[in-house]
């Protein structure tokens, strides 16, 4: 199954897409960047090379749109007197103002990076329509977490760990910073002001800091991708393959996690995908992958990929494991390909040797779209502790209709369930509404942001 985007709700600057988050604690090692101002000084524009001043909004770039909002810097509005605002209120003030025309401001943060930084172009798949809208998603991803450093610290870390498949390295993220400030300069005149300005650069600053700390420290402990060889390819439906790839050296993940994969026919654009299978003895990874349209990377990977085509993954991601030190049931709903990580974290628990209640409600829209329901049922077969229910939109007597969540509220009770939800958006979120409503505490659910998966392309 694919996972779009990442866990924590955002998107990549390379590769995928930028992403910015407001202040955090102060970075432990301010040496590892060398450009990055620490918090003793005085607030600076992020750093860049002498030679490349800070963009100026008043001279647009070449092939920006004659329409673009800009106040010169006398005209602009001072801050209001009284007490002074934070850093976190200024910068969703910003975001609030450039919010309705985000896609102009994206357009323009890229032209601006690729106007000064040309270098930096070749970093970027080719075409970047599927990552138009990331920026700002990224940005109030951040903000939302701005007050909150503990989880603006494990968001900034997988990014910056994440950014290390694309060949982003620490002399990059000025340029990153100096493009941000450009376009939000130009495009948000009514609350850009000196104090906006400052806790911006304060904010990119321990941002960039914290990214490039993760990637250092990741860097001691694994490769930035593995190459991995096809060796199985199985056509389960027409537009449904698993595909099972060779990795060239170990590759430790947990059951319920995903990877981005990169094909040899689109170089640089990365999709993540769920493993479909705990960690085997042989070292295999199996992936169940859909191909849309319009999907470049699930149509090469269904259509065009063969045994002995070569792939690359990215390191393993994911929060969507099971705690083995306790004893609860789960309840795991998988729609789709959805039923991918479902099925891995089947095979964990036949593997941890722990006795425990695990109920799986395999849904799709009609009976045939269950590709997968053969494998589910003789696991079901081996272990009298799993339940698995197929479940149809419009199905045949015998079988439960009417979708996965009315289905399961016709069980339980699950409020000591530990419950695992993978597939469309639209499931995860009736899932979740349906889980709460019938008691199911927040902190038993667990699935991927629901932010990730929206307008996520495959």
């Known amino acids: 199954m694919e996972v779009p985007a990442t866990p924590s709700g955002g998107g990549d600057w390379f590769g995928r897409s930028p992403g910015t988050a407001a202040s955090a604690p102060a970075p432990a090692h301010p040496s590892a960047h060398p450009s990055a101002p620490t918090p003793a000084q005085p607030p600076a524009r992020p750093s860049a090379p002498a030679s490349q001043p800070l963009a100026q909004p008043s001279a647009p770039a070449r092939g920006q749109e004659p329409g673009a909002r800009s106040v010169p810097p006398q005209q602009r509005p001072s801050e209001p007197p009284g007490a002074a605002p934070s850093d976190t209120e200024l910068l969703r003030r910003t975001m609030a103002e450039v919010e309705p025309i985000a896609d102009t401001v994206t357009s323009y943060f890229y032209a601006l990076l690729f106007l000064r930084h040309p270098d930096l172009r070749a970093l970027f798949p080719a075409a970047m329509d599927t990552q138009r809208d990331r920026l700002f998603k990224a940005l109030l ?27 982003t390295r620490p002399e990059h993220y000025p340029a990153v910073g100096e493009a941000l400030i450009g376009a939000l300069t130009r495009y948000a005149p009514s609350t850009w002001g000196p104090r906006t300005e400052a806790a911006w650069v304060r904010a990119y600053t321990t941002i960039s800091q914290i990214m490039i700390d993760a990637a250092t420290e990741d860097e001691l402990r694994a490769p930035a991708w593995w190459q991995a060889e096809v060796v199985g390819h199985e056509m389960r439906t027409k537009d449904i393959a698993v595909v099972t790839v060779r990795p060239d050296q170990p590759y430790p993940f947990r059951a319920g996690q995903y990877t981005a994969l990169e094909t040899p026919w689109w170089p640089r654009v990365w999709r993540h995908y769920s493993f479909a299978s705990a960690p085997r003895s042989d070292g295999l990874l199996s992936f169940h992958v859909k191909a849309v349209p319009a999907g470049w990377v699930s149509n090469a990977l269904v259509h065009r990929a063969r045994p002995g085509d070569v792939v690359r993954l990215g390191a393993p991601t994911g929060s969507m494991t099971i705690d083995h030190s306790t004893d609860n049931g789960l309840l795991c709903l998988g729609g789709g ?46 272990h009298s502790w799993l339940s698995v229910r197929p479940v149809v939109d419009d199905g045949p007597a015998g079988l439960l209709s009417g979708g996965l969540p009315g289905a399961v509220r016709e069980f339980g009770p699950w409020h000591t369930y530990d419950v695992y939800l993978s597939g469309p958006p639209g499931m995860i979120r009736r899932g979740v509404d349906t889980l709460l409503g019938i008691g199911v505490p927040t902190h038993r659910i667990r699935h991927d942001s629901i932010e990730e998966l929206v307008g996520a392309s495959n």
């Open 141 to 167: 991803t951040a903000a939302t977490h701005a007050d909150d450093p503990e989880t603006l610290t494990t968001y900034l870390n997988h990014l910056g760990r994440g950014h290390r498949k694309y060949g």
């Open 337 to 382: 390909t959805g039923i991918a990580p479902i099925k891995a974290l089947v095979e964990d628990v036949a593997q941890s040797g722990r006795r425990r209640t695990v109920d799986v409600f395999y849904g799709a829209r009609r009976n045939d779209d269950l590709y997968d329901i053969e494998t589910m049922l003789r696991l079901q077969q081996s």
